[in-house]
Antibody, heavy 120, light 110 residues
Framework: QVQLVESGGGVVQPGGSLRLSCSASGFTFTNYGMHWVRQAPGKGLEWVTFITFDGTNKFYTDSVKGRFTISRDDSKGTLSLQMNSLRPEDTAVYYC?????????????WGQGTLVTVSS | QSVLTQPPSVSAAPGQKVTISCYGSNSNIGNNYVSWYQQLPGTAPKLLISDNDKRPSGIPDRFSGSKYGTSATLGITGLQTGDEADYYCGTWDSSLNVGVFGGGTRLTVL
Protein backbone atom coordinates (compact mmCIF):
# COMPACT_ATOMS: atom_id res chain seq x y z
CA GLN A 1 0.00 0.00 0.00
CA VAL A 2 1.09 3.57 -0.62
CA GLN A 3 2.88 5.20 2.30
CA LEU A 4 4.26 8.70 2.60
CA VAL A 5 6.17 9.53 5.77
CA GLU A 6 7.37 13.07 6.41
CA SER A 7 10.17 14.05 8.77
CA GLY A 8 12.34 17.04 9.59
CA GLY A 9 9.86 19.43 11.14
CA GLY A 10 10.63 21.39 14.26
CA VAL A 11 11.08 24.83 15.79
CA VAL A 12 13.34 27.30 13.99
CA GLN A 13 14.04 31.00 14.44
CA PRO A 14 13.00 33.54 11.79
CA GLY A 15 15.61 33.64 9.06
CA GLY A 16 16.65 30.07 9.74
CA SER A 17 16.58 26.97 7.58
CA LEU A 18 14.99 23.55 7.72
CA ARG A 19 14.94 20.54 5.41
CA LEU A 20 11.87 18.34 5.22
CA SER A 21 11.92 14.82 3.83
CA CYS A 22 9.18 12.50 2.62
CA SER A 23 9.89 8.79 2.30
CA ALA A 24 7.64 7.15 -0.29
CA SER A 25 6.82 3.47 -0.68
CA GLY A 26 4.19 1.18 -2.18
CA PHE A 27 4.23 2.68 -5.68
CA THR A 28 6.63 3.35 -8.54
CA PHE A 29 7.99 6.69 -7.37
CA THR A 30 9.49 7.62 -10.74
CA ASN A 31 6.09 7.55 -12.46
CA TYR A 32 4.45 10.31 -10.43
CA GLY A 33 4.71 13.99 -9.73
CA MET A 34 4.93 14.99 -6.07
CA HIS A 35 3.71 18.00 -4.09
CA TRP A 36 4.06 19.76 -0.77
CA VAL A 37 0.91 21.24 0.73
CA ARG A 38 0.82 23.14 4.02
CA GLN A 39 -1.79 24.11 6.57
CA ALA A 40 -1.25 26.91 9.06
CA PRO A 41 -2.80 26.38 12.50
CA GLY A 42 -6.57 26.68 12.25
CA LYS A 43 -6.41 27.60 8.55
CA GLY A 44 -7.12 25.96 5.23
CA LEU A 45 -4.92 24.04 2.82
CA GLU A 46 -2.28 25.90 0.83
CA TRP A 47 -0.44 24.32 -2.09
CA VAL A 48 3.29 25.05 -1.83
CA THR A 49 5.27 23.35 -4.59
CA PHE A 50 5.28 20.59 -7.21
CA ILE A 51 8.00 18.58 -8.93
CA THR A 52 7.32 16.62 -12.11
CA PHE A 53 7.77 12.85 -12.28
CA ASP A 54 11.19 13.24 -13.91
CA GLY A 55 12.34 16.19 -11.82
CA THR A 56 12.74 18.46 -14.82
CA ASN A 57 10.10 21.01 -13.84
CA LYS A 58 9.34 22.63 -10.52
CA PHE A 59 6.58 25.06 -9.58
CA TYR A 60 6.21 27.20 -6.45
CA THR A 61 3.63 29.41 -4.86
CA ASP A 62 4.75 33.04 -4.98
CA SER A 63 5.29 33.41 -1.23
CA VAL A 64 8.06 30.77 -1.18
CA LYS A 65 9.79 31.43 -4.51
CA GLY A 66 13.49 31.99 -4.02
CA ARG A 67 13.36 30.63 -0.48
CA PHE A 68 12.13 27.02 -0.83
CA THR A 69 13.52 24.32 -3.12
CA ILE A 70 11.81 21.03 -3.92
CA SER A 71 13.85 18.03 -5.02
CA ARG A 72 13.55 14.29 -5.39
CA ASP A 73 15.95 11.36 -5.07
CA ASP A 74 14.51 8.60 -7.21
CA SER A 75 17.15 6.10 -6.08
CA LYS A 76 15.87 6.43 -2.52
CA GLY A 77 12.20 7.18 -3.21
CA THR A 78 12.51 10.41 -1.28
CA LEU A 79 11.01 13.88 -1.75
CA SER A 80 12.65 16.84 -0.06
CA LEU A 81 11.85 20.48 0.69
CA GLN A 82 14.72 22.81 1.57
CA MET A 83 13.32 25.84 3.35
CA ASN A 84 15.55 28.91 3.81
CA SER A 85 14.93 32.40 5.15
CA LEU A 86 11.97 31.11 7.12
CA ARG A 87 9.30 33.53 8.28
CA PRO A 88 6.69 33.26 11.05
CA GLU A 89 4.00 32.97 8.36
CA ASP A 90 5.65 29.72 7.19
CA THR A 91 4.47 28.09 10.43
CA ALA A 92 2.28 25.17 9.38
CA VAL A 93 1.87 21.44 9.10
CA TYR A 94 3.59 20.42 5.88
CA TYR A 95 2.12 17.49 3.97
CA CYS A 96 3.81 15.49 1.26
CA UNK A 97 1.27 14.44 -1.37
CA UNK A 98 1.43 12.10 -4.35
CA UNK A 99 -0.02 13.25 -7.65
CA UNK A 100 -2.70 11.01 -9.15
CA UNK A 101 -0.79 11.06 -12.42
CA UNK A 102 2.39 12.73 -13.67
CA UNK A 103 1.02 16.22 -13.17
CA UNK A 104 -2.69 16.55 -12.51
CA UNK A 105 -2.61 18.51 -9.24
CA UNK A 106 -4.92 15.83 -7.83
CA UNK A 107 -3.52 14.45 -4.61
CA UNK A 108 -4.48 10.83 -4.12
CA UNK A 109 -2.28 10.02 -1.14
CA TRP A 110 -1.06 12.23 1.69
CA GLY A 111 1.48 11.80 4.45
CA GLN A 112 0.61 12.40 8.09
CA GLY A 113 2.30 15.82 8.03
CA THR A 114 5.20 17.38 9.90
CA LEU A 115 4.88 20.58 11.94
CA VAL A 116 7.18 23.51 11.24
CA THR A 117 7.15 26.35 13.78
CA VAL A 118 9.01 29.56 12.99
CA SER A 119 9.35 31.57 16.16
CA SER A 120 11.93 33.42 18.20
CA GLN B 1 -8.14 35.17 0.01
CA SER B 2 -8.37 31.79 -1.73
CA VAL B 3 -8.44 31.58 -5.52
CA LEU B 4 -11.41 29.20 -5.29
CA THR B 5 -14.48 30.27 -3.33
CA GLN B 6 -16.38 27.92 -1.02
CA PRO B 7 -19.01 28.65 1.64
CA PRO B 8 -17.39 28.65 5.10
CA SER B 9 -19.97 26.29 6.53
CA VAL B 10 -22.96 24.12 5.73
CA SER B 11 -25.18 22.03 7.95
CA ALA B 12 -27.92 19.46 7.64
CA ALA B 13 -29.60 16.73 9.65
CA PRO B 14 -28.57 13.07 9.63
CA GLY B 15 -29.93 11.26 6.60
CA GLN B 16 -30.35 14.47 4.61
CA LYS B 17 -28.42 15.72 1.58
CA VAL B 18 -26.01 18.65 1.36
CA THR B 19 -24.14 20.31 -1.48
CA ILE B 20 -20.94 22.34 -1.28
CA SER B 21 -20.10 24.75 -4.07
CA CYS B 22 -16.70 25.80 -5.39
CA TYR B 23 -16.36 28.81 -7.70
CA GLY B 24 -13.33 29.66 -9.79
CA SER B 25 -12.43 31.02 -13.19
CA ASN B 26 -11.50 29.95 -16.70
CA SER B 27 -7.83 29.62 -15.79
CA ASN B 28 -8.49 27.08 -13.06
CA ILE B 29 -11.80 25.21 -12.81
CA GLY B 30 -12.80 26.15 -16.35
CA ASN B 31 -9.85 24.33 -17.91
CA ASN B 32 -8.66 21.77 -15.39
CA TYR B 33 -9.97 18.83 -13.41
CA VAL B 34 -11.44 19.53 -9.98
CA SER B 35 -10.82 17.34 -6.95
CA TRP B 36 -12.43 17.26 -3.51
CA TYR B 37 -10.88 16.38 -0.15
CA GLN B 38 -12.28 15.49 3.26
CA GLN B 39 -10.29 16.42 6.35
CA LEU B 40 -11.49 14.91 9.60
CA PRO B 41 -10.35 16.70 12.78
CA GLY B 42 -6.66 16.15 13.47
CA THR B 43 -6.00 14.08 10.35
CA ALA B 44 -4.50 14.52 6.91
CA PRO B 45 -6.80 15.32 3.99
CA LYS B 46 -8.26 12.41 2.03
CA LEU B 47 -9.17 12.36 -1.66
CA LEU B 48 -12.94 12.05 -2.11
CA ILE B 49 -13.45 12.99 -5.76
CA SER B 50 -10.95 13.21 -8.63
CA ASP B 51 -11.34 14.36 -12.22
CA ASN B 52 -14.51 16.35 -11.42
CA ASP B 53 -16.71 13.36 -10.70
CA LYS B 54 -14.66 10.18 -10.14
CA ARG B 55 -14.76 8.38 -6.81
CA PRO B 56 -11.53 6.59 -5.81
CA SER B 57 -11.80 3.02 -4.64
CA GLY B 58 -13.34 2.82 -1.19
CA ILE B 59 -15.26 6.10 -1.33
CA PRO B 60 -19.00 5.46 -0.85
CA ASP B 61 -21.39 6.46 -3.60
CA ARG B 62 -23.04 8.85 -1.12
CA PHE B 63 -20.34 11.26 -2.30
CA SER B 64 -20.59 12.75 -5.78
CA GLY B 65 -18.96 15.53 -7.76
CA SER B 66 -19.92 17.62 -10.74
CA LYS B 67 -18.51 20.53 -12.70
CA TYR B 68 -20.17 23.10 -14.93
CA GLY B 69 -18.16 25.86 -16.51
CA THR B 70 -16.15 27.59 -13.80
CA SER B 71 -17.88 26.03 -10.83
CA ALA B 72 -17.97 22.63 -9.18
CA THR B 73 -20.17 20.98 -6.60
CA LEU B 74 -19.70 18.24 -4.04
CA GLY B 75 -22.84 16.37 -3.01
CA ILE B 76 -23.23 14.19 0.04
CA THR B 77 -26.39 12.15 0.58
CA GLY B 78 -27.51 10.09 3.57
CA LEU B 79 -25.53 12.30 5.96
CA GLN B 80 -23.90 10.61 8.93
CA THR B 81 -22.33 12.15 12.03
CA GLY B 82 -19.03 10.72 10.82
CA ASP B 83 -19.20 13.03 7.81
CA GLU B 84 -18.55 16.05 10.02
CA ALA B 85 -15.33 17.43 8.62
CA ASP B 86 -13.76 20.18 6.55
CA TYR B 87 -14.14 19.80 2.78
CA TYR B 88 -11.84 21.40 0.22
CA CYS B 89 -11.98 21.75 -3.54
CA GLY B 90 -8.74 21.95 -5.52
CA THR B 91 -7.40 22.26 -9.03
CA TRP B 92 -4.51 23.67 -11.07
CA ASP B 93 -4.42 27.26 -12.27
CA SER B 94 -2.97 27.30 -15.78
CA SER B 95 -2.33 31.07 -15.82
CA LEU B 96 -0.54 31.24 -12.48
CA ASN B 97 1.03 27.75 -12.82
CA VAL B 98 0.17 26.91 -9.23
CA GLY B 99 -2.09 24.53 -7.40
CA VAL B 100 -5.11 26.19 -5.81
CA PHE B 101 -7.58 25.24 -3.10
CA GLY B 102 -10.83 26.65 -1.87
CA GLY B 103 -10.90 28.09 1.63
CA GLY B 104 -12.67 25.01 2.95
CA THR B 105 -16.22 24.28 4.09
CA ARG B 106 -17.01 22.94 7.54
CA LEU B 107 -19.87 20.45 7.48
CA THR B 108 -21.96 20.09 10.60
CA VAL B 109 -24.41 17.21 10.86
CA LEU B 110 -26.99 18.45 13.33
Amino acid sequence: QVQLVESGGGVVQPGGSLRLSCSASGFTFTNYGMHWVRQAPGKGLEWVTFITFDGTNKFYTDSVKGRFTISRDDSKGTLSLQMNSLRPEDTAVYYCAKDLRRGSAIFDFWGQGTLVTVSS
Amino acid sequence: QSVLTQPPSVSAAPGQKVTISCYGSNSNIGNNYVSWYQQLPGTAPKLLISDNDKRPSGIPDRFSGSKYGTSATLGITGLQTGDEADYYCGTWDSSLNVGVFGGGTRLTVL
